[in-house]
């Protein structure tokens, strides 16, 4: 289930030029490091850093990931990265995400990402609980599948 | 509908060092990179070059994009980028993937992508009966939504 | 000639994990990003958005790139990219870098590229004399080769 | 000294529409992946494949990259990448670089890169005795700084 508090982090970034493709818009593929992004200061504005959790010896492993491109976006827009959780269990974690442009408002992109937890050896663990804490903002809450 | 004839292209690349990340693994983005490879490949199979496609004032825009990571690939892979077409209507076309070891057969990756054909101004339109002929492998074939 | 107000533009943005590699460190090809994204905002800084002269029907192509790597940079970085203007000419422009970790302040890679810039049909052309001002921070200010 | 064979490894590959942008033409950060790929292929030319470098123990990190662009390729070209050594010591290579339209022959860019052999743990270091003999093409050969 979600953090009961249904907690947005909102990131702003300007469209790289190398972010671009031919079509004069932003890539496909680029908007899925925009989600990366998004979920890596989604940790940060937790207080659970996503490099704090590898130093724990654990990794978040992508298992999916879904995007549906709305509208284009181009170079010279300032883009806000829009992320949530959308479920939360003892061993995975799932992320809500919508890309706009942070003047008009129009939305380009939204997804979400299904993430299983490991351990750097590559074994499906817990999410550790301080983790799990911060991420949903429960100081002392309980997550179990 | 699919192509009758049911065609499955086929590409190989080595993984980039640079499409490897901290985890020491290919990034999952990179894999989106390797799916749009895979199309690119299908349709220069079927005679049907994207290149061709924007020189008659079209695209092929990305709607919307699914991907479902199996196992992680590393540097000194070499890859098999397989790509079908599991849906072709007169404005829109959705292509299949299979990504996998082209030495161990592994499956890396599966995914599926959706395309609305658009003119150069952004318009929806037909996919040209041309290249629906082509994508379709077959000669006179007609495909209509 | 550079600028005689020697002016360095400065901005700040978290490695993104997307652009490590599997030593645990950001890519060399990234850091090649993060310059282009460092000259995008000196142009920014300067109110010479690069979008607004791409507007007027020109581009600065890259010509030449020259890169040192002097220390590795890592995910939970956030980095500084400080560009400024080595050389201002009629028809090109030399850029000069440096990315640092924006805590320890060391000196991850320093760097120059070089432009030259054309029409959109490819042909060079002499910098329009409204972005040359606004670059070089002198406004009326005349720039020679 | 550079191998006494002059050896000049080639691998070809299609231009990916991801590394395409807004210009119309391939992005200059992408030329730098494709003179990566240029020294994978190198080795793996030469049985010393870089991954087998990696489970020794060592990298080659990269110390420097000058890139010139002579002209601009697009996406329906299918590339030729050449690398070559420009110097081998016992601690460091230089490559040489030329990336050419298969067909038409044009060159599109010239390069150079540096690089230090460091392990691990990010000491410099010898490049494996096994390493140097391969890379340079000859058996027991001795290569000292």
């Known amino acids: ?3 009961t508090d249904r907690f947005v982090s909102e990131t702003r970034f300007p469209v790289r030029y190398a972010e671009t493709d031919a079509m ?4 496909h593929a680029s908007f899925i490091v925009y989600l990366e992004e998004a979920r890596s200061h989604y ?3 937790r207080n659970a850093d996503y490099a704090t959790l590898i ?3 654990y990794y ?4 999916e990931i879904h995007a549906r491109y709305a509208a284009p976006a181009r170079y010279g827009q300032v883009l806000v990265a829009r992320c949530w959780i959308d479920d939360l269990k003892s061993r995975s974690v799932t992320f809500g995400y919508e890309i706009a442009d942070s003047q008009t408002k129009l939305i380009h992109v939204t997804g979400q990402s299904h993430h299983i937890c490991i351990t750097h050896q590559g074994q499906v663990a817990r999410i550790p609980q301080a983790w799990v804490t911060a991420l949903s903002g429960q100081h002392g809450a309980d997550s179990t599948e």
Do not use: F, K, S, Y
Request: aromatic share 0%; no cysteine.
């Open 1 to 3: 289930m979600p953090p």
């Open 24 to 27: 004069g818009i932003v890539h």
């Open 43 to 45: 940790a940060r504005a």
């Open 55 to 57: 130093e724990m010896g």
């Open 60 to 63: 978040l492993t992508v298992a």
